[in-house]
Nanobody
Framework: QVQLVESGGGLVQPGGSLRLSCAAS????????MGWYRQTPGDERDPVAH???????RYDEPVKGRFTISRDNARNTVYLQMNSLMPEDTAVYYC??????????????WGQGTQVTVSS
């Protein structure tokens, strides 16, 4: 089995910063693309940022210039640095990973989610 464990969420004032981490562990032969999504009550889970195994990144338009996704392949960890946070960034943030397991097949895994609340 594969586990994705997120950390770093919390309460922050508008204009503040948070750094989310997501560590993957378990039966992993190779981690391919990883990404962050967010979801508010009653809404769908939307993509926020995406990073390929070789470091190419893509961002959803509302977070461009404020959020930065990065990864440490040696630690099987992906990060999301969030700056200039706004109340509309409030959501549960989920980590996603495309994992190649020892059987050579691709599997899609999700973390448990971490709450980010931006409020004064």
């Amino acid at each position: 089995q594969v586990q994705l464990v997120e950390s770093g969420g919390g309460l922050v004032q508008p204009g503040g910063s948070l750094r989310l981490s997501c560590a993957a562990s378990g039966s992993i032969a190779r981690l391919e693309a990883m990404g962050w999504y967010r979801q508010t009550p009653g809404d769908e889970r939307d993509p926020v940022a995406h990073i390929t195994s070789d470091g190419r990144t893509r961002y959803d338009e509302p977070v461009k210039g404020r959020f930065t996704i990065s990864r440490d392949n040696a630690r099987n960890t992906v990060y999301l640095q969030m700056n200039s946070l706004m109340p509309e960034d409030t959501a549960v943030y989920y980590c996603n990973a495309d994992v190649i397991k020892p059987d050579g097949l691709h599997y899609d895994f999700w973390g448990q989610g971490t709450q980010v609340t931006v409020s004064s």
